[in-house]
């Protein structure tokens, strides 16, 4: 084979080999949307980007390195999370932001939300001297995701906060809240977020998981037959690895501070506030609307149940109560008509969807396999699940509360932390 037939096809092997890592798992996790192949483009990209024979040194050097960084993430990146977990995820620091409500897209959140973070990405309910706990002082870290996050309520209106001004009563010590969540994380994120808590000693460690696990679960079980049997490469999806986490995470980051009034049409700001009116009708009511698949999960996801597990070890290694907290859904047969209409994670981004059976069936699976495990050593559990009617009382859509649903989660949760601490 020429020397330039050889260049050609093994650079083909290399697109090919990074292609592997988008398409058994990622493309189904995106439902085939237009980023998937944005993403795709970019990485392939930079693949060839080194082929031509560039008579500078400094282009060949660059080039050729960001084509073996390509290569490297594909098949390095699996190792890496596995021993250390993913890249830690954070909310932008020190942000001071107020949002008002307009619409009827999130019932029973009502005027400006304030919302802030501290240096670290933290929402938290005082200033908080990482380095060192102040004496008699009961410090908790939430762990979870955008139900923890609890982008769309002010500080004062979050469970998190809601719950610590409860404790600081009913203990009668202060108590300091740092609230780690971040929209759209899953466990393998939150034990990221848990060993890096090591830093700053929480007394409570509070894990409010699953949906977001769940919603990835369905769609791989989703997939062709085919894709299935090329499952063993899951672990090598695009998605997963850390040069993917970073793009996305730069991106992400340049659209929200740049480009969100160019794309989200419906928001505006006046005096400084940002008016929110929530999605677009086109993307809610999916459960009425998407043609009806049916998945059947069996039992929670490998990945879920091996990172609950190290989770689990670091708990009592650390000599830290871990409190386990089911995952309140809007899924039931008797859900309020004016919040089935507002259901859109079923599961989202894709062109199906599951019937309220079949979500609840799933959200059950989940919060009663972690009932089953979260016992025992320095773990507890708190089902929050039972205790969330399905009504626009609570939740403003399928998992996220309103000011009411907050205030209903702080109530529940400090009943369970009182009970595990007798």
Known sequence: MRPAAAKVAAYLLLTLLVGLTFFPCYYFMTGGHWTFWAYLGLFGAAIWVSFPAYKSTVLRVVTTTLTLLIVANALASPIVIDLDG??????????SAGTRIVGDKFPGIHGVQTFTTDFAGHRVNRPIDYDRKPPNTLRIVAIGASTTHQAM???RNTWTDLLAVRLEKSLGRPVEMINTGVSGTRLQDNFTVFEDSASYAPDIALFLIGINDWNVHIKLEHRPAIFKALSFLDPFTVSESILFRAVEENITWYVRTYVSDLIHGQETVTDGIHEEAGPDDSLLDTVRRKPVARVDIGTVSPSYAKWFARISRDCGSRNILCLFISQPTAYS?????????LLWMT???APYTLDLASLREVADTYNNWLRTHAQGGHRAFCDAAAGMPPTTDFFTDDCHYNENGARRMSEI?????LEARR
């Open 86 to 95: 993913p890249p830690l995820k954070t909310l932008t620091p020190n942000v």
């Open 153 to 155: 309520l002010g500080d």
């Open 333 to 341: 047969s008797d859900i309020e008509p004016a919040l089935l209409k």
């Open 347 to 349: 599961p989202p981004a």
């Open 413 to 417: 949760i400090e009943r369970c932390l």
